[in-house]
């Protein structure tokens, strides 16, 4: 028997009324004004999972003008074994961590989390005419809480989400030391990019994903000294004060980051790259959130598509 969980929030979006409900099984979202029981009611008995169930609930919104949409992702065990020594498996995933939705904080309430393979996945219920938009919370205890920049919720399935999820012994023993001797002062957080290849993603083992030679910035600016960066991440994959624009790593990283919203580009002759977007909010401090990270391929991505390594 399915376990069923229900949310409720009201908000204005594009002067919309929106009512988001959210259960009818574990990872099922409903975010729409227009019958919202029935669909909930509809959603409880349907496995989404599979493919004929998906099948008849995509048919049964679509009379009101609503699709049903997959989001999935993998949460990347992501640094150094400072135990054993060497990198950690650049395929290591990390699995049981809870994932909600900052823009709808009741979904840190709805249990979604990742599975034993360290994958997790979301339906969402939407109108078909508006676009959503969610910056993802990955927490586990123990564990450095990170949020994603914005992801774009349209009407396309989107299953190649990612994060690099910090390995918490390296954050707090090792980087977050190393960080805070190299500044002169106390990690409040971070927020960091991926500065990759057109084909950069975590879920390609084409390494490195860097483009090099590229530099960033943000607006609105960034400034020291109330901010520390950008740091631009050396081919060890430290942040690393004396390189003046990205390694073939493609990481950078801003310390100390007020409250705010920010866009985050890079430049390169010749290149053209994609904007990401963080919001940095009271409402993440209260949550413990430290590290913000963009992840390949919802990064900075260019058109480069040179071979790793290359410029």
Known sequence: ??????????????????????????????????????????????????????????????????????????????????????????????PDASVWISEYPFTRNLKFKSDETGWWTIFVVKSKKMDLGFSFVYEKQGWVTTKSNL?????????????????????????????????????????????????????????????PGATVSSDPLLTYPDTIGPLYFNEAVQPDPTYPYTSVDGGVTWINVPLNTFYVTAHKSGVNYETVEFSITEQDVEAGVVLYIAS????????????????
């Open 151 to 211: 992801i774009p919720v349209t009407n396309e399935d989107n299953v190649d989400i990612a994060i690099q999820f910090i390995d918490p012994l390296y954050y707090y023993l090792a980087l977050k030391p190393a960080v805070e001797g190299m500044i002169g002062g106390p990690i409040t957080n971070a927020m960091v990019v991926t500065v990759g290849k057109s084909w950069a993603s975590m879920h390609s083992d084409l390494l490195p994903h860097g483009d």
């Open 1 to 94: 028997m399915k376990r069923l969980s229900l949310g409720l929030v009201m908000l204005f979006t594009c002067s919309l009324l929106i009512a988001t409900i959210a259960g009818a099984s574990d990872n099922v979202l409903v975010m729409t004004d227009i019958k919202t029981d029935k669909i909930y009611k509809k959603m409880s008995k349907l496995d989404l999972e599979n493919e004929k169930d998906l099948k008849k609930g995509k048919k049964f919104v679509d009379k009101y003008d609503c699709t049903i949409v997959k989001l999935s992702g993998k949460l990347n065990h992501f640094g150094y074994d400072i135990i054993n020594g060497g990198y950690i498996d650049y395929h290591a995933t990390v």
């Open 296 to 311: 390949p391929p919802d990064s900075v991505q260019g058109d480069n598509d040179s071979d790793p390594g290359e410029g």
